[in-house]
Each structure stands twice: as structure tokens, then as C-alpha cells.
């Protein structure tokens, strides 16, 4: 597609369910990031993903999430066991290789833990 | 351990004004900065860049400023116009571009 795509647009679960947010990332971009902005936060990292190099987890707040990124192209961010504080507009964004600065953003995914 | 610093967290400014939005680093490994504008429901887009070889970056009505000896970078914006009210963060990444760094965002509001 022309740009990064995320689905869902809206999530809203209760707390203690499994989520699943996925990206799909620009044709050809090998580095897939994500990033989460909290309610009047900025944007935090989670995790990065570069071709394939094992992924950059420093981000990720606790076990309860993960990320995965099947053949090089979409990926998938796991969060188990929603607490309210994961409540946030998830951020998909990728770029081309490892020369090139610029980061294309999803419109992202907002989700709400009740 | 924020390392990309922007403490203002909103700016008004009369339509045909300057904005002046601000940014402050505490890493002397960044090697290039980028600024991102976002409206509400949207992912953030790319504005401008700057690399540290550089102390202006100009693009249209946006210019970019670093001052390295500071660690603060600015963006301008002549004449500002009601449609670049937005959230604008700024980011910083290193030499090898795989990590960035983003701001808390500055919420620019120009008034018609």
C-alpha cells in the first residue's frame, strides 16, 4: 500500500483480556518500529525491528508485551493480560533501510482498557 | 530518562506570526534531528530535518535551527497559517538512525 497501515482503529477491551494490534508496513521498508503515546505523553519507544537482525525489545514495558514480525513485512504487537495503564494510541511506523532518517507513521491504534 | 526535551507544552500564535517551537538534548551522539507534525487521529508526519554538520535547514515557510554547543534545536515557521495548528515533536536519532527519540510534543495553535 502507499503508506503504514494499522488495524484495528479502535480497540476497546476489558482488563485482563489479550490484544492484538497489527501493522503493515510500506512495501520495501525493512525497519518497523512501534511506539505507544500515553494520554498528554510524547511519543515512548517499544521495539524495532531491522530486517533480519534480532529486534530491539528495550521498550517494552513489561512481559506482558510482545512483537512479532512475520516475513519481513507485517507485525504484530501482543499485549496480554490489559492492564488500564495500557490504555494509549499504539504507533506503527517504518522507513527504508538503515540510511534513511525519515519514519512513516500509522494513523495508529487507539486502545482503551476498561 | 527523557533525552529529547521539549518544555512547552503549548504555543498560540496570531496567523501571520512566527512560531517558534523549541527543543532541548541531553545526548552529544545525536547526529540528526527531525521535527514531526501530528493532527488529532493521524500518525505523526514528517516536517523537517537537520543533520549536525549543519546549523539551518530551510524548507518553505519551516526552518530548522541547531545549536550543538547547546543542545537545543528550534523550528521556525513564517507566516504561520490556522492550518499548521497541530502537535509538532521533535525527535533525535543517532548515527546508525536505529533508535529515535521523541519529545513530549508542543500543541501550536495559530489563531485565524
Known amino acids: 500500500g502507499a503508506g503504514v497501515s494499522q488495524s484495528p482503529s479502535n480497540k476497546v477491551t476489558e482488563k485482563g483480556k489479550d490484544v492484538e494490534l497489527r501493522c503493515d508496513p510500506i512495501s520495501g521498508h525493512t525497519a518497523l518500529y512501534w511506539y505507544r503515546q500515553s494520554l498528554g505523553q510524547g511519543l515512548e519507544f517499544l521495539i524495532y525491528?531491522?530486517?533480519?537482525?534480532?529486534?530491539?525489545k528495550s521498550g517494552l514495558p513489561s512481559d506482558r508485551f510482545s512483537a512479532e514480525r512475520t516475513g519481513g513485512s507485517v507485525s504484530t504487537l501482543t499485549i496480554q493480560r490489559t492492564q488500564q495503564e495500557d490504555s494509549a494510541v499504539y504507533l506503527c511506523?517504518?522507513?527504508?533501510?538503515?540510511?534513511?532518517?525519515?519514519?512513516?507513521f500509522g494513523s495508529g491504534t487507539q486502545l482503551s482498557v476498561l | 530518562d527523557q533525552q529529547v526535551k521539549q518544555n512547552s507544552p503549548s504555543l498560540s500564535v496570531q496567523e501571520g506570526r512566527i512560531s517558534i517551537l523549541n527543543c532541548d538534548y541531553t545526548n552529544s551522539m545525536f547526529d540528526y534531528f527531525l521535527w514531526y507534525k501530528k493532527y488529532p487521529a493521524e500518525g505523526p508526519t514528517f516536517l523537517i530535518s537537520?543533520?549536525?554538520?549543519?546549523d539551518k535547514n530551510e524548507d518553505g515557510r519551516f526552518t530548522v535551527f541547531l545549536n550543538k554547543s547547546a543542545k537545543h534545536l528550534s523550528l521556525h515557521i513564517v507566516p504561520s497559517q490556522p492550518g499548521d495548528s497541530a502537535v509538532y515533536f521533535c525527535?533525535?536519532?543517532?548515527?546508525?538512525?536505529?533508535?529515535?527519540?521523541f519529545g513530549s510534543g508542543t500543541k501550536l495553535n495559530v489563531k485565524p
Open positions: 537537520i543533520s549536525s554538520i549543519k
Open positions: 525527535a533525535a536519532s543517532g548515527v546508525d538512525f536505529n533508535k529515535f527519540y
Open positions: 511506523a517504518s522507513r527504508r533501510g538503515t540510511n534513511n532518517e525519515k519514519l512513516f
Open positions: 525491528f531491522q530486517g533480519n537482525s534480532a529486534p530491539d
